[in-house]
């Protein structure tokens, strides 16, 4: 039973370009939440998706947009790279929306920025 | 709006002893308080997890506590193994609002 699996494991990217992560979720599961964690710090929230639509959005510029297919995978996109978007990024997926149920994270997307 | 603070930010236990983690949150409505663990290179790993409904929460070695009164959590780990050494971050609510991380060492 595969966990969440999330695409690639690392990238550059140079200021002002564009970025798409990737990530499946676990089996089973249909709500994805992606999060960014800067070297030292926690994860910070910044969307989540369910049923092919945005359903919350933490505190992050329209920069950052994604995508929720009927397979459940999703996608995050991120325009106009700054320097400051250089971290960890992961993807978490859970059985509903609500909080009712865990959160499973993958290993992440490790993006620089140059 | 959401906040978590987490403490301490760093800790050494001797191999065995027990190691104990606080959070504190400010939003009275949260009623989900999870911990994870995070090692090096790897996602973070849920290990324990606790709701509003009930004060303390035991899984072999790793307990939880909740005190809602006071808006607090803890995270209690005993019989501390050199394998428990890695980043353990609180949270709180469904949005997963994230503590500020403890690293954790275990001295052998």
């Known amino acids: 039973d595969a966990g969440v699996t999330q695409s690639p494991t690392h990238l550059i990217k140079t200021r002002g370009q564009q970025v798409t992560l990737r990530c499946s979720p676990k089996s089973g599961h249909d709500t994805v939440s992606w999060y960014q964690q800067a070297l030292g710090q926690g994860p910070q929230f910044i969307f989540q998706?369910?049923?092919?639509?945005?359903?919350q959005r933490g505190n992050f510029p329209d920069r950052f947009s994604g995508h929720q297919f009927p397979n459940y995978s999703s996608e995050l996109n991120v325009n106009a790279l700054l320097l400051g978007d250089s971290a960890l990024y992961l993807c978490a997926s859970s059985q509903d929306p609500l909080g009712n149920q865990p959160q499973h994270f993958g290993d992440g997307t490790r993006l620089s920025i140059l | 709006g959401e906040n978590v603070e987490q403490h301490p930010s760093t800790l050494s236990v001797q191999e065995g002893d027990s190691a104990v983690i606080k959070c504190t949150y400010s939003?009275?409505?949260?009623?989900?308080f999870p911990w994870y663990k995070q090692e090096l290179g790897k996602g973070p790993q849920l290990i324990i997890d606790?709701?509003?409904?009930?004060g303390e929460k035991k899984d072999q070695r790793i307990a939880v506590t909740l005190n809602k009164t006071a808006k607090h959590f803890s995270l209690h780990i005993t019989e501390t193994q050199p394998e428990d050494s890695a980043v353990y971050f609180c949270?709180?609510?469904?949005?997963?609002?994230f503590g500020t991380g403890t690293r954790l060492t275990i001295i052998p």
């Open positions: 949270a709180e609510n469904e949005k997963l609002t």
């Open positions: 939003d009275s409505a949260s009623n989900y």
């Open positions: 606790i709701r509003s409904n009930v």
């Open positions: 998706y369910y049923e092919e639509e945005e359903r």
